[in-house]
């Protein structure tokens, strides 16, 4: 079955760092990947999703490129920003059905 | 604009009560929704979805059910609640699957003592 990894639960960084989240992936079919992003006592909703033409999607600084040579799809930006700290998910849909499949969370706090 | 609406907002339930949640979507006709449950801590995890009115497709087993009596409404529920079913529920809905952004709810908060 399909399946998604982020080897981090819990990154904090300093304010004005890099930040890179990890996310891997198996797959039987070729499949589109997501990541969410929940902050606090909210619902998820979408930070950036794969294109079907291998453009890199980008979104509030984020950004996120799939390598399917290594089934990855690791979320990456120049520059934390407190308000950064969030709950982020991995996430992986094959075009064939309805199921969403979430990876594992990486809790990212971002420090003065 | 689509709206995503769940209630209750938070419930405390006694284990072995039953227990009903509810979804609705305006602003798009014949979403697709699915429902999803959140442990303290843990991932997010699909539990059913819905393609169209009286049809819903069960993705995992936690002694729970759903049903889509109208377009635009999602239900959860079971008639004898465990402790395991503590958590976070999550309705979402999609134009269509794969590619699809999934648009989620606020959420219900469920306790069971």
């Known amino acids: 079955g399909d399946s998604v990894t982020q080897t981090e639960g819990l990154v904090t960084l300093t304010e004005g760092l890099p930040v890179m989240l990890n996310c891997t992936y198996q797959?039987?079919?070729?499949?589109?990947l997501f990541w969410y992003v929940q902050h606090l006592n909210e619902a998820p909703k979408l930070l950036l999703k794969s294109f079907t033409d291998n453009k890199r999607p980008e979104h509030q600084g984020f950004h996120a490129t799939l390598h399917k040579s290594s089934s990855s799809f690791h979320l990456q930006k120049s520059s934390a920003q407190l308000s950064d700290s969030a709950l982020y998910y991995c996430?992986?849909?094959?075009?064939?059905?309805?199921?969403?499949?979430f990876g594992g969370g990486t809790r990212l706090t971002v420090r003065p | 604009a689509q709206t995503i609406h769940q209630w209750p907002v938070a419930e405390i339930k006694a284990v072995g009560s039953p227990l009903s949640l509810g979804c609705t979507i305006k602003?798009?006709?014949?979403?697709?929704l699915y429902w999803y449950w959140q442990a303290t801590g843990g991932t997010l995890q699909q539990l059913f979805y819905s393609i169209t009115v009286g049809q819903v497709e069960s993705v995992v087993q936690l002694n729970l059910s759903a049903s889509r009596p109208k377009d635009d409404q999602f239900i959860l529920s079971t008639e004898k609640l465990l402790l395991s079913h503590s958590g976070f529920y999550l309705c979402a809905w999609s134009l269509d699957w794969g590619q699809d952004t999934q648009y989620f709810g606020p959420g219900t908060r469920l306790l069971v003592l």
């Open positions: 602003g798009k006709s014949s979403p697709n």
């Open positions: 797959s039987t079919y070729s499949p589109f």
């Open positions: 996430a992986l849909s094959v075009n064939a059905g309805a199921k969403l499949t």
